[in-house]
């Protein structure tokens, strides 16, 4: 809210610019969520996949995360105040400034590690099905012929 050029947040505005968070960052973000009255922290821990309008009052920082196996994303507002914190727990060297193919390079390990999956399922697949084969005994030998018991 703004007020004759006077900027009234209940967010310390001056603090959060100076955050240095970039692409590349694993971050935890720290976030306030309201449920049946009360106010419970919640942290969300991922990669920073980009940051968005600079230091504005509008600014959000994507981060992502894999949860069970899923890819989870979030956009969060810089100055929203639902934010408690953020902490910096790892930062990477990257050499962009958007890390959005970090999305298809994730699907594609998943798919190759899939692609291995299945090769291991139809081997144990066969082998199960080989121990749990109807054990059938084998048939009985007939009696030679006649003919061929005389040569």
Same mark, same amino acid.
């Given at each position: ?29 720290? =976030?306030? @969520? ?7 922290? =919640? ?28 890819? /989870? ?14 902490? /910096? ?8 400034? #958007?890390?959005?193919? @970090? ?9 190759? =590690? ?10 144990? @697949?066969?082998?199960?099905?080989? #121990? ?20």
């Amino acid at each position: 809210m703004e007020i004759k050029g006077i900027t009234v947040s209940p967010v310390d505005m001056a603090k959060r610019k100076t955050w240095d968070m970039r692409a590349g960052d694993t971050v935890k973000v720290t =976030q306030k @969520i309201k449920e049946k009255g009360k106010i419970r922290l =919640q942290a969300f821990e991922g990669l920073v996949l980009a940051r968005k309008h600079g230091s504005d009052s509008g600014a959000t920082f994507t981060v992502r995360k894999v949860a069970s196996g899923v890819g /989870v994303e979030r956009v969060f507002p810089l100055y929203s105040p639902n934010i408690e914190s953020i902490e /910096v727990t790892k930062r990477a060297k990257v050499r962009r400034a #958007k890390l959005y193919h @970090i999305r298809e390079k994730a699907t594609k390990e998943i798919n190759k =590690q899939m692609r291995n999956i299945r090769s291991a399922n139809d081997e144990a @697949i066969a082998e199960t099905a080989a #121990k749990n084969a109807p054990k059938v005994a084998p048939a009985p030998k007939a009696a030679a012929p006649a003919a061929e018991a005389k040569a």
